[in-house]
T-cell receptor
Framework: NAGVTQTPKFRVLKTGQSMTLLCAQD?????MYWYRQDPGMGLRLIHY???????AKGEVPDGYNVSRLKKQNFLLGLESAAPSQTSVYFC??????????????FGPGTRLTVT | AQSVTQLDSHVSVSEGTPVLLRCNYS??????LFWYVQHPNKGLQLLLK??????LVKGINGFEAEFKKSETSFHLTKPSAHMSDAAEYFC???????????FGKGTHLIIQP
């Protein structure tokens, strides 16, 4: 049981390049989330998904797209990277909505630098 | 809408002394509250959670937190700090919706030898 895994762990992009971050979970969770973490800002929600084939915008969705083609995978895409997207990205998953007492399980993070 | 305020960005204590990390929250609903810990260059690990059962919640590694509705607080405590407790701590609230958690900005805990 690997929990939540993220690929890659590190990446450096030039401005304007594109990339996709992959999140995978093997816990059969319905909900999945992408956050970004910036110094002094805590974690902010980018996009989330409440089930296969569904996605929704979070607090800071601009410049990102997501897809949930399979229940176990949640992809985060940057179509044209900008230096403001330099951050650490965390994926998380949970059984149901967090208010039902099921906490979120986090991946180890992806450190992205855009030059 | 919900929000979280961690009252201290940095806390420094000596090893073996008590730890207090302060958190206030606001929520339109009966909230679920969490404390997560993040060690350097690591992911987030759940320390403890409150979900409307006992107001005093015990977590891992000797940490506990008390939910005080009248004060809208959820402070994290530990009787005796250990060097391995040095990390970033996040207070988190959920209003029960599907749109994830709302994080505080974090408290950096420093343990002096």
């Amino acid at each position: 049981n690997a929990g939540v895994t993220q690929t890659p762990k590190f990446r450096v992009l030039k401005t304007g390049q594109s990339m996709t971050l992959l999140c995978a979970q093997d816990m059969n969770h319905e909900y999945m989330y992408w956050y970004r973490q910036d110094p002094g800002m805590g974690l902010r929600l980018i996009h989330y998904s409440v089930g296969e084939g569904t996605t929704a915008k979070g607090e800071v969705p601009d410049g990102y797209n997501v897809s949930r083609l399979k229940k176990q995978n949640f992809l985060l895409g940057l179509e044209s990277a900008a230096p403001s997207q330099t951050s650490v990205y965390f994926c998380a998953s949970s059984y149901l909505a967090v208010g039902s007492s099921y906490e979120q399980y986090f991946g180890p993070g992806t450190r992205l630098t855009v030059t | 809408a919900q929000s979280v305020t961690q009252l201290d960005s940095h806390v420094s204590v000596s090893e073996g002394t008590p730890v207090l990390l302060r958190c206030n929250y606001s929520s339109s609903y009966s909230p679920s509250l969490f404390w997560y810990v993040q060690h350097p260059n690591k992911g987030l690990q759940l320390l403890l959670k409150y979900t409307s059962a006992a107001t005093l919640v015990k977590g891992i590694n000797g940490f506990e937190a008390e939910f005080k509705k009248s004060e809208t607080s959820f402070h994290l405590t530990k009787p005796s700090a250990h060097m391995s407790d040095a990390a970033e701590y996040f207070c988190v609230v959920s209003g029960g919706g599907a749109d994830g958690l709302t994080f505080g900005k974090g408290t950096h805990l420093i343990i002096q030898p």
